[in-house]
């Protein structure tokens, strides 16, 4: 760290330098000097992105820290991104000196791009299935959807034992289960179904046109997986 720093901030520099010596060169620190009305940076250590001295944190995230100050006392946690839109895991922390007064805050900047860009590597390469989003609320049928969701409660309880032994048996359970009452035929109900499950749609397709071809009910020429497929060329997917 090239900057002069006042004493008070002295200490907080070697902590800026010891992190990014640390993390290496996806991490950033920045110390801001909240003694005026708006924070105003006094050090930087790391290349994550350009900051020149003296520049403000941006009000909009001031308001977000004066918040978590307020409502919780700890760091404000937040993702952010650098100007070319790499993404970052950031915080900011009060700094108060033995009075309880503050007197600056300190700003750590993660890049995990290259970190998400491993995931899905790995994702691809293990051909991991990413957990689908929790099914949105569907308007007029959300009190259909809660008995659905209480359905599915229970059959998955029922085969509770089977979970952690052997995954695919029990999900074909339960899916045998909800067949049997009907519940695929509740709109919605496929989208709550996966995310409770844990599998993407398209594996949850699979297992109820293997359920229904074991009882004769699944014609070999339409399956749900087609219906699935078509649904997406109308929908432009």
């Known amino acids: 760290m090239e900057q002069e720093l006042e004493p008070i901030f002295q200490s907080y520099g070697a902590l800026m330098s010891a992190l990014v010596s640390q993390f290496g060169a996806n991490c950033q620190a920045s110390l801001y000097d909240m003694r005026g009305r708006r924070p105003q940076l006094v050090a930087v250590t790391g290349t994550v992105m350009e ?3 003296g520049s403000h944190l941006p009000e909009k995230l001031f308001d977000r820290l004066n918040s978590a100050a307020r409502e919780s006392g700890q760091p404000l946690l937040f ?3 650098t100007p070319d839109g790499r993404r970052l895991s950031s915080s900011l922390t009060l700094l108060r000196d033995a009075s309880g007064e503050t007197f600056g805050c ?3 900047d993660f890049c995990i791009e290259s970190l998400m860009h491993s995931i899905n590597v790995l994702q691809n390469f293990c051909n991991f299935e990413t957990p689908p989003a929790a099914a949105p609320a569907i308007a007029g049928n959300e009190d259909v ?3 659905v969701d209480a359905i599915v409660s229970e059959v998955m309880n029922e085969n509770g034992s089977l ?3 052997d995954k695919r048996t029990y999900r074909m359970n339960v899916v045998r289960g909800l067949e049997k009452k009907n519940v695929f035929l509740v709109k919605g109900a496929i989208d709550l179904i996966a995310a409770r499950m844990n599998v993407s749609k398209f594996t949850l397709y ?3 046109d293997k359920v229904r071809s074991e009882t004769g009910s699944v014609d070999p020429k ?3 997986r087609d219906s699935l497929q078509a649904s997406g060329k109308a929908d432009g997917r």
Request: overall charge positive.
């Open 51 to 53: 900051a020149e001295i």
């Open 79 to 81: 993702t952010a991104a």
């Open 106 to 108: 300190l700003r750590i």
């Open 145 to 147: 959807i809660g008995m």
């Open 163 to 165: 979970r952690t032994q």
């Open 206 to 208: 699979n297992y109820i």
């Open 222 to 224: 339409s399956s749900l």
